[in-house]
């Protein structure tokens, strides 16, 4: 089996063995759901309910006349709470819709689509696809529908459906890849349509063997040119630049986004959810996630409703064997540290890790070693890029292309020195946007 990869990069221990081999697990409807209203890049969200109101499951109750914006729909029926400040896993806190669950599962759902994908107008596919609230499940929660519109001169000739799954201990891709492989192909077809692809690839690492055989056996019969490309596991094969170098060998230039190669990505557990909606009506109200970690008492892969709070999913799998002392959402390499079991679930939750034993870190000074610059897939120099935010020469620092920099942490796995190196760079980005901004 022939793999293919990027330059650079990091090799990382897997810690999947875990939970790759466990059957995704529905959790029951909790007695509340908290929705925030941004989860996703784009456009904060305006309420179209109120204190008081009853909703029912996958009823849109939150949207907002903006084009990078993607609805939010009620998980679950009940009454509405309130409308809230509340504990948000990425922004610290923002105004959520908190629903109460009333027991009675009455629902709202949108028509099905027909299985002929392919006679469909793309434009009619692409309002189907912001109607239903889909955003890039992989972590980032890009708004699907806007990658599915490039705009005039830049026609798409493929699209790359990402199966790597490249951060440690995260499983959710694979088993949504082994157990919903119809609604996942059903959502690639329309995404293909709906950008005006000629072609698909599915792009899944070699640690996927049984994903990668299950696949490519039901693309044998498949109505649109598609194949399954396996890749060689090396982190971080999931992002989509290195995604799109590995498969197609195009390389997206500095400041560009894909379809400036003419490349549309999504990820799978994205078009597992839209295939959904496409049989069944149902908007995206609920996703899988990976829970694990050396102290969770019970670890696996489960649907969950969004907005679910971690301290309930936490409940569900009967609690800790000793308190964590680190809570991350998504993977170690990328995720978001956590200080609060009172967050829920949101769009791009990819999954939650706690850990008992926490390695420290002691930082020395930069011995320019050149580990970072050897490994970094953007090939930057990250103990550069380090240095000048440090010293606040942030113009230099955009000059050097710290805005290319993809926040993998690659440079802060291999420093000998523990250089906290994507702090630093993630400050430096912050500081060029905020002027570019006008901020002062």
């Known amino acids: 089996m022939k793999l293919r990869t990027f330059p650079q990069g990091v090799f990382l221990p897997h810690h999947k063995e875990d939970t790759a081999h466990l059957p995704i697990v529905r959790v029951p409807e909790p007695s509340r759901v908290v929705l925030p209203l941004i989860q996703h890049t784009g456009a904060p969200l305006k309420p179209l309910v109120k204190k008081g109101d009853t909703v029912k499951r996958g009823q849109k109750i939150a949207d907002v006349d903006a084009f990078v914006a993607a609805p939010v729909h009620a998980p679950l029926s009940g009454r509405v709470a309130g409308i809230e400040e509340w504990a948000h896993p990425t922004m610290g806190r923002f105004q959520a ?93 329309i995404m293909v349509r709906a950008c005006g692809a000629k072609r698909a690839y599915i792009g899944i690492e070699d640690n996927k063997k049984d994903c990668i055989d299950h696949v ?132 791009g939750t990819s999954g939650f890790l706690f850990f008992r034993n926490v390695p420290k870190k002691r930082e020395y000074p930069c011995i320019r070693c050149g580990r970072c610059v050897a490994h970094c897939p953007m090939r930057l120099l990250p103990y550069l890029l380090g240095r000048l935010a440090e010293e606040r020469l942030f113009a230099e620092a955009e000059d050097n292309r710290v805005l ?33 901004r006008g901020g002062k």
């Open 97 to 189: 819709i908190v629903i109460e669950n009333d027991g009675k599962g009455e629902e709202e759902r949108y028509e099905p689509l027909p299985e002929t994908i392919e006679d469909l107008e793309p434009e009619r596919l692409r309002v189907f696809v912001r109607e239903g609230g889909f955003v890039g499940l992989g972590g980032a929660a890009f708004p699907t529908h806007v990658k599915l519109s490039p705009p005039q001169g830049k026609p798409i000739d493929s699209f790359i459906l990402n199966g790597a799954e490249c951060e440690p201990y995260l499983t959710c891709d694979h088993r949504v890849m082994l157990e919903r492989t119809e609604e996942m192909l059903l959502g690639l077809r």
């Open 216 to 347: 490519a056996n039901l693309l044998r019969n498949f109505p649109i040119p598609a194949e399954v490309v396996p890749l060689r596991t090396k982190y971080p094969q999931g992002s989509e630049k290195h995604l799109i170098l590995a498969i197609l060998g195009r390389e997206v230039p500095p400041g560009g986004l894909p379809l400036d190669v003419g490349v549309v990505v999504n990820n799978v557990q994205t078009a597992a959810a839209l295939g959904r909606m496409a049989r069944t009506g149902l908007p995206l109200v609920e996703r899988v996630i990976t829970l694990s970690g050396d102290c969770l008492r019970k670890r696996g892969n489960f649907e969950v409703p969004l907005g679910m709070l971690l301290e309930d999913l936490v409940n569900f799998c009967e609690g800790f064997t000793a308190p964590p002392r680190k809570i991350i959402m998504g993977g170690p390499m990328t995720g978001i540290t956590q200080v609060s079991l009172a967050v829920p679930v949101i769009k």
């Open 404 to 436: 290319d920099c993809v926040e993998c942490g690659s440079c802060a796995y291999v420093c000998p020195a523990g250089i906290a190196l994507v702090h630093l760079l993630k400050l430096a980005k912050f500081e060029v946007m905020r002027r570019k």
